[in-house]
């Protein structure tokens, strides 16, 4: 499990997903990015949350309604 608190622009966002991606690759297990700690993000880093969470093997949880709201409405 990863957790995320605080602030989340693109360049922490592309930081999480590449971290994601090898954590997997490296465990061959699925990865939980939990986000309850997010108190903001930015329409760019939602973008990439929503992509992130079609990936095999990764899934986000503790959204809080902020938060699940912006990735949604990234589609």
Known sequence: M???????TLEYAQLLE???REVRE???????????GVTFLDEASAAL???????????????QLYTRQMIEASI
Do not use: N
């Open 49 to 63: 949350l929503h992509r992130l969470k079609q990936q095999p093997g990764i899934a986000l949880a503790g959204c």
């Open 2 to 8: 990863l957790r995320v608190e605080g602030t989340l």
């Open 26 to 36: 490296r465990l061959g297990r699925a990865v939980i990015v939990d986000l309850a």
């Open 18 to 20: 590449g971290m994601s």
